[in-house]
């Protein structure tokens, strides 16, 4: 999918969090590198520390990763590729541990809510960390058979923990959709099926600015996946990323960019790159 000179990749979290799954499920060959926070992520690829980054931006569940909404509109790094990890909870304790000996409950601020049912059930004590991995860790150090995590399989095997349940999602297919970044943009080849191409634009201030912007797309054929606005100053949703199916070298894209123009200022291209399968399973 992408050039084998890459060397390392970077994610929010500590080992065996989620994004790190992502990472080496993705790319195998490469060196995984924890950033505390996404602003390390992302500058961890800026400043040249790391190759790519693994960066998750919605979840089935939760909804779009706020942090990562904002970051992403700066448009400093480019989208070479998309995955849609599995999210699969995982119920972490020491060994020997039952269900019923839990009285703490440590994970992330997203994570929690995504077992709400499992928790109530409990009727534990909920503590919320900056990822799930970080919170297997705390369990590990604190050496108290009372507290528990919610984190991936992977973060069992790091930290030696026991699955005590698995699965304790409170819905089946929760997804997160991770975008792989990169400082220099990597567009399929032209005649490449299914590409997505996402991509910044602010609206002009006249009426009805946003829906003239999009009719581009809608008469040349092609359909847009997503539409997030950014507030500006003045609280005016005046900025807008898209996800739009099509390459942008075609020529249905460029049509519908010239139309853009008319309604439309500071065009920025994040990337172009090839539509992850999970988008075409049977749902």
């Given at each position: 999918?992408?050039?084998?000179?890459?060397?390392?990749?970077?994610?929010?979290?500590?080992?065996?969090?989620?994004?790190?799954?992502?990472?080496?499920?993705?790319?195998?060959?490469?060196?995984?590198?924890?950033?505390?926070?996404?602003?390390?992520?992302?500058?961890?690829?800026?400043?040249?520390?790391?190759?790519?980054?693994?960066?998750?931006?919605?979840?089935?569940?939760?909804?779009?990763?706020?942090?990562?909404?904002?970051?992403?509109?700066?448009?400093?790094?480019?989208?070479?590729?998309?995955?849609?990890?599995?999210?699969?909870?995982?119920?972490?304790?020491?060994?020997?541990?039952?269900?019923?000996?839990?009285?703490?409950?440590?994970?992330?601020?997203?994570?929690?809510?995504?077992?709400?049912?499992?928790?109530?059930?409990?009727?534990?004590?909920?503590?919320?960390?900056?990822?799930?991995?970080?919170?297997?860790?705390?369990?590990?150090?604190?050496?108290?058979?009372?507290?528990?995590?919610?984190?991936?399989?992977?973060?069992?095997?790091?930290?030696?923990?026991?699955?005590?349940?698995?699965?304790?999602?409170?819905?089946?297919?929760?997804?997160?959709?991770?975008?792989?970044?990169?400082?220099?943009?990597?567009?399929?080849?032209?005649?490449?099926?299914?590409?997505?191409?996402?991509?910044?634009?602010?609206?002009?201030?006249?009426?009805?600015?946003?829906?003239?912007?999009?009719?581009?797309?809608?008469?040349?054929?092609?359909?847009?996946?997503?539409?997030?606005?950014?507030?500006?100053?003045?609280?005016?949703?005046?900025?807008?990323?898209?996800?739009?199916?099509?390459?942008?070298?075609?020529?249905?894209?460029?049509?519908?960019?010239?139309?853009?123009?008319?309604?439309?200022?500071n065009i920025k291209m994040l990337g172009a790159y090839k539509a992850a399968p999970f988008r075409y399973q049977p749902k």
């Amino acid at each position: 999918m992408i050039s084998q000179k890459y060397k390392t990749i970077a994610f929010q979290g500590m080992h065996g969090a989620y994004s790190d799954m992502a990472c080496r499920t993705v790319f195998p060959d490469l060196t995984t590198i924890p950033c505390v926070t996404f602003y390390q992520a992302f500058n961890a690829v800026i400043e040249g520390r790391s190759d790519l980054a693994m960066i998750p931006v919605d979840n089935t569940i939760a909804g779009r990763v706020a942090d990562v909404h904002h970051l992403m509109s700066q448009g400093e790094l480019f989208i070479i590729g998309e995955y849609f990890q599995p999210v699969n909870h995982m119920f972490l304790g020491l060994h020997g541990v039952k269900s019923g000996d839990i009285k703490h409950v440590h994970s992330h601020v997203h994570a929690l809510p995504q077992c709400r049912k499992f928790l109530r059930k409990l009727g534990v004590e909920a503590h919320v960390h900056d990822d799930t991995a970080g919170a297997a860790q705390e369990v590990v150090e604190r050496g108290d058979p009372s507290h528990a995590a919610i984190a991936s399989t992977l973060a069992a095997e790091i930290y030696n923990l026991d699955i005590i349940e698995r699965d304790i999602e409170d819905q089946s297919r929760n997804t997160t959709r991770c975008l792989i970044l990169c400082k220099e943009p990597h567009f399929p080849d032209v005649n490449e099926p299914d590409v997505m191409t996402s991509l910044l634009f602010e609206v002009r201030n006249i009426p009805a600015a946003l829906y003239k912007a999009l009719g581009g797309f809608a008469t040349n054929g092609l359909s847009l996946t997503k539409l997030e606005s950014y507030v500006d100053a003045n609280f005016q949703a005046a900025r807008f990323l898209c996800d739009v199916e099509g390459h942008p070298e075609t020529d249905a894209f460029r049509n519908a960019i010239e139309e853009l123009g008319f309604y439309a200022k500071n065009i920025k291209m994040l990337g172009a790159y090839k539509a992850a399968p999970f988008r075409y399973q049977p749902k």
